[in-house]
């Protein structure tokens, strides 16, 4: 006897393990959580809010998975290597969007630049190195990525639950609804990329349209990313970093003094490592290894602790620095 494509679909689905049919449990939602509980009406405490709505919220959101597993270290640790970190940034597409990007808000970016002494090209690099000139701002809900971190990441659960606070605070003010907000994984927002924090600390409202909007304003980015330099001690018309010459291995004192600048340039000379560096200058000793490579060193003034504040990486910091100096080069005078 012949048995019809139905009824062959239909003995075979009754085959099937129940575990593959029966539906896998969803999370519960942040609002079951008690944690979040007591941080909603702490919150209803300290600022005003109502705890009622707030629980509302964190009602529609879940623990994300991915999240976590974005903010956590790799497993196996990969070794440093700026030959592989550096083309990430240090490209022609980067180099040729920063050049419209300029060219485009070419008004915006010299108002910042004499407000606050920073060079175009650096907030044009910053950017560029953030979201590729604002393409890439990120699509986690950030109201669900930092409740994730701050309630599910313990080693980072404090900063996290701050910034938390700081984004529904930064939601208010600025009339958004805290579920529609878009950023990264880690909860940094709009073009520049701001944690609510900073946003709250260091935007500004640069096109005067009376709010500050870091995802749809390309002025109050710009603006917004100079401000932050210029109030971390940015100082105009300085250098950022030279590129360094050592006879021999560093001595292990030049690196673990850090990022930020305390060596004498003029010590540093005497002692074998060359450079074009100002002799009267304090300076960082900045080592940029690449497995089976020489080290390429450099000698790290102010300006360039400064752009570590942003993230506080040298690989990022030069990454900027460098790809600032290649869009400028290449801006048509």
């Known amino acids: ?82 030959e592989r970190y550096r083309p990430r940034f240090l490209n022609d597409r980067r180099i040729d969007h920063g050049i419209r990007f300029w060219q485009e808000n070419r008004a915006a970016l010299l108002r ?23 393409r890439n701002t990120g699509g986690f809900r950030v109201l669900e990525a930092l409740a994730t971190l701050a309630f ?31 950023g990264s994984f880690a909860g940094a927002i709009g073009i520049p990329q701001f944690m609510p924090g900073s946003q709250r600390r260091y935007a500004v409202d640069f ?8 995802s749809g304003s ?15 001690g940015w100082q105009a018309g300085q250098p950022v970093a030279v590129p360094a010459q050592l006879a021999g291995q560093p001595d292990p004192a030049w690196l673990e003094a850090g990022i930020r600048p305390t060596l004498s340039a003029a010590a540093l000379q005497q002692q074998g490592v060359a450079s074009t560096a100002d002799q009267q200058a304090k300076v960082a000793l900045i080592d940029l290894a690449s497995p089976g490579k020489e080290t390429e060193y450099w000698l790290g003034y102010d300006n360039f602790y400064v752009i570590t504040r942003y993230n506080r990486s040298s690989f990022y910091a030069m990454s900027v620095f460098q790809l600032a100096e290649a869009i400028r080069e290449r801006m048509p005078r």
């Open 1 to 82: 006897m012949k048995l019809s494509a139905r009824r062959l679909l239909a003995l075979a689905l009754t085959a099937l393990p129940l575990t593959l049919t029966a539906a896998t449990p969803a999370s519960p939602s942040f609002a079951e959580d008690a944690a979040v509980v007591a941080f909603a009406r702490d919150l209803e405490q300290r600022h005003g809010f109502n705890a009622d709505t707030l629980l509302g919220q964190f009602a529609q959101i879940r623990p994300n998975a991915k999240v976590i597993q974005l903010i956590k270290p790799p497993s196996t640790p990969t070794q440093r290597s700026w």
């Open 112 to 134: 910042a630049s004499t407000l606050y002494g920073v060079p175009p090209e650096v907030i044009v690099a910053i950017i560029g190195v953030e979201t590729e000139y604002g």
């Open 152 to 182: 599910n990441y313990p080693p980072r659960a404090d900063f996290f639950r701050t910034e938390l606070e700081q984004f529904l605070i930064l939601s208010r003010e600025n009339q958004l609804d805290p579920l529609a907000v878009k």
């Open 207 to 214: 096109d005067g349209d009376q709010r500050v909007d870091l």
């Open 218 to 232: 390309v002025e109050d980015a710009i603006g917004s990313v100079a401000r932050f330099l210029e109030q971390h």
